[in-house]
């Protein structure tokens, strides 16, 4: 069953956008970082859902990029999917464009790949999957 797994919002400052959720009475169970991102992540569960938080670690991130453009704000969508390699062939097939094709392991060991703005309404789209044995 598909679902939204995440929302993903770019930040300057991971330590400050966490007070807000945790004056919600949200707190982060978990944070990383992902190098071969150059972000550093903060997953707050909200329900079945999650909002991931994404700080830049490096000014040559896609985040760092993100934040100068657009300022913080949501930077994608993310949906799991249970099998990622049979939904990846299936949209390739039907043309749909990706940011790369590559699938990598990413926050928390899940498995990803993004999805093109242009293939999906101007939102850029991440696909997951939850690793077995997760």
Not at 6 to 13: F, P, Q, W
Not at 86 to 99: D, H, P, Q
Not at 126 to 132: K, R, S, T
Request: overall charge negative; aromatic content about 4%.
């Amino acid at each position: 069953m598909s679902m939204i797994d995440h929302l993903g919002i770019a930040v300057k400052s991971l330590a400050q956008a966490r007070k807000f959720y945790e004056e919600l009475g949200l707190g982060p169970v978990s944070e990383e970082i992902v190098p071969h991102e150059k972000v550093k992540v903060a997953m707050i569960p909200v329900g079945e859902s999650r909002i991931e938080l994404l700080e830049p670690t490096s000014p040559d991130s896609v985040i760092s990029k993100f934040l100068d453009k657009r300022g913080e704000g949501l930077h994608h969508v993310a949906i799991q999917v249970e099998n990622l390699v049979n939904t990846v062939e299936t949209l390739k097939a039907n043309g749909t464009r990706f940011v790369s094709e590559e699938i990598k392991i990413g926050a928390g060991g899940h498995l990803y790949v993004f999805v093109h703005p242009s293939s999906a309404g101007g939102v850029l789209l991440e696909l997951v999957q939850e690793q077995p044995g997760m």
